[in-house]
């Protein structure tokens, strides 16, 4: 049984469910693998400026749009209805109940997403607090051929060798996580009370074993909505649920999570490019910019869970990065990584302060920035704290006698009062 029992039924917002928050309806599009097409982007930042917000990037890889009416949104589900095995809704209109993330920069990965989410697609069962990491730490596959094998594991001889990767998605705190490397088995790792381990099982089906992953915990959660709410003895039958619906290989466990921001910003060798919106907003301006890159040099985009955008397959990175230099940060320096926040105040009733005007404040006159990942929050619930280890900055009612005050810079009135409590392991947006 799970170690804490909910009270109520998840609530995560998705394509047709929506968050009514004090801006309007709230949207939230989950892509798969964080793979999004020049069209969908199109039709998501459109509908989030007749929203009068930026589009959102979340702690999940996911995609939000705020300060919808109800038939609006309606009509934005709809527009996005297409029949791709990435897209944000298929052909009948459904999305995938749950995150589903894959390491950005791999293509190696991109047919196991498609498998993945086909057989979630229109699941009940499935918590949306759930969360599902495939990562591939080959290092190698940029050049598409494994992901048009039905078993890319299975095809590692045919992928250019590189340096192993010390992971990505796999930081992120993910229930689920299943990683790949040369060779031609997938490890199984599940999140628990001290964050995610090896569950030493091994798989040739990398697709497989995940949804053999998810049905088990599934079959076996009752009321609770992440794998870190199971107590042991339920996480240990998950286990072996696994074993029984996949035939997995038991083997001694030896991997570790990646880090919690592996942010690389700027152009790579692979032909990628790495951008960060400041606090995963995209307005107007700066997506118009990344519409015209990728329409003009074919790139395919993928959302990350660290707020950021790579841009895939570009012909000129070195034109991509002049021409969104100016919307975006794509400076590895940039006082902007590894810095987020909830919406905050006006927009969020709940908020005690306008914790993005306050946060932008801080950057500005250098506290705020830099080696120390920090999430600013408007209240206690933290909404979209990342996973790994993280300062969480947390608005304090006026009244309260403990906390700082940050002062306002170019005579902005800030009413924000803080205090900072460090957290680990915990994803909420």
Known sequence: MPRSRRTRTDACPGAWRRHDAADGALARFRPVGGATSAAELRVLAGAAALGGSPLELTSRGSWQVRGLAATTADDLA???????????????????????????????????????????????????????????????????????????????????KATPTPGDVSGQGADVTVVVDDGATAALLLDGPHGVVDTGLRHPD???????????????????????????????????????????????????????????????????LEV???????????????????????AALRATPWRTLVLRDLTDPADALRRLAAHVETDPASRWRGLSACVGAPRCAKSLADVRGDLADAVASGHAGGLVRQHWVGCARACGTPGGRVAVVEALDSGTPLGYNVHATGGRQQRGHYRTVVRSGRVTG
């Not at 709809?78 to 999305?95: E, Q, T």
């Not at 894959?102 to 990965?109: E, F, H, K």
């Open 206 to 272: 990398a697709a497989g074993l995940a949804l053999a992953a998810v049905d088990a915990f599934a079959a076996r959660r009752d009321a609770a909505w992440r794998v870190r709410e199971l107590d042991d003895a339920t996480r240990a039958a998950v286990v072996d649920d696994v074993v029984a619906r996949s035939t997995a290989v038991v083997g001694t466990p030896h991997l570790t999570p990646g880090p919690a921001d592996p942010t690389a910003l700027g152009p790579h060798a692979d032909g990628s």
């Open 276 to 298: 960060l919106p400041r606090l995963g907003e995209l307005d107007v301006p700066a997506a118009a910019a990344l519409l015209d890159v990728l329409e003009q040099q074919g």
């Open 78 to 160: 709809d527009a996005l209805r297409a029949d791709r095995p990435d897209a944000l809704l298929d052909a009948r209109g459904r999305d995938v109940p749950c995150g589903l993330l894959a390491s950005p920069r791999s293509t190696r990965l991109d047919a196991v997403a498609g498998q993945v989410a086909a057989a979630l697609r229109g699941r009940v069962d499935v918590p949306g607090r759930l969360l599902v990491a495939l990562e591939d730490r080959s290092g190698g596959d940029v050049s598409g051929v494994a992901s048009q094998t039905q078993n890319p594991v299975q095809h590692a001889d045919r992928v250019r």
